[in-house]
């Protein structure tokens, strides 16, 4: 069992940046693949970026390329998603997720947190 719990979602005006965080309970954590996807209002959740059980390979989806950047801390149990130039479609609840396996669809991943809302403002 895996307990995940999000941090650092807030309000930012477009252009921005902010780091969320997402810390793991238990000892297994670097057995995990992680991801972050997000959920915006009446829309679909969408993938965001994936990380491997050792941090040596990412996956992000198009729309974040450039911008956002996945990386993890097996030692302190914590995966963190530091997004840059936010944009006002980046406005979602940002949900990380533990699998397996590295994937970009979310029924490969077991275990979520609850989320944390980002704003991006114009």
């Known amino acids: 069992q895996v307990q995940l719990v999000e941090s650092g979602g807030g309000l930012v005006q477009a252009g921005g940046s902010l780091r969320l965080s997402c810390a793991a309970s238990g000892r297994t954590f670097s057995s995990y693949a992680m991801a972050w996807f997000r959920q915006a209002p009446g829309k679909e959740r969408e993938f965001v970026s994936a990380i491997n059980q050792s941090g040596g390979v990412t996956y992000s989806a198009n729309s974040v390329k450039g911008r956002f950047t996945i990386s993890r801390d097996n030692a302190g149990n914590t995966v963190y998603l530091q997004m840059n130039s936010l944009k006002t479609e980046d406005t979602a609840v940002y949900y990380c997720?533990?699998?397996?396996?590295?994937?970009?669809?979310?029924?490969?991943?077991?275990?979520w947190g609850q989320g944390t809302q980002v704003t991006v403002s114009s």
């Open positions: 997720a533990a699998g397996r396996r590295t994937s970009v669809t979310s029924y490969n991943y077991d275990y």
